[in-house]
């Protein structure tokens, strides 16, 4: 399956609200901005149960997690018109900017933002 696909498919099951747009921010946003906490808060608690409760997790748990995030970020990526592919470039130019050989904290101290996006609106401009 490719990224266009995936997106169709995931989408298919996305609830048929009526969303508003606000001043500030469409509510489909919203909703995948807080799905994405959401699953945070289930990664999180996998992470309390091998560290607090020092329970084994499965590997299929953390991927479950893993995809459900993507299922928001599809909605991010629809709401948007921007290919998943296109994410991924963006979030490599941004590393490449921000760490042009590799990881640093002297380099992560120094982030430009503006450079970053500037780098990263190549790929969808
Ligand atoms: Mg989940």
Redo the contacts with the bound molecule.
């Keep these: 399956m490719n990224s266009a696909e995936y997106i169709k498919k995931a989408l298919r099951t996305e609830p048929k609200l009526e969303f508003t747009k606000t001043k500030y921010i469409d509510e489909r946003l919203e909703h995948a901005f807080i799905g994405i906490c ?2 945070a808060g ?1 990664i999180a608690d996998l992470l309390k149960k091998v560290k607090i409760y020092k329970k084994n997790i499965e590997k299929i748990e953390i991927l ?2 893993a995809s ?1 995030l993507l299922w928001y970020i599809a909605i991010i990526c629809d709401y948007y018109k921007v290919s998943f592919e296109e994410l991924m470039e963006m979030n490599i130019k941004k590393l490449n900017k921000r760490f042009p050989e590799s990881f640093s904290s002297k380099a992560r101290d120094k982030v430009n933002k503006a450079k970053e996006y500037s780098e990263m609106n190549k790929v969808i401009n």
Aim: proline share 0%.
């Design positions: 959401s699953e289930e479950e997690e459900d």
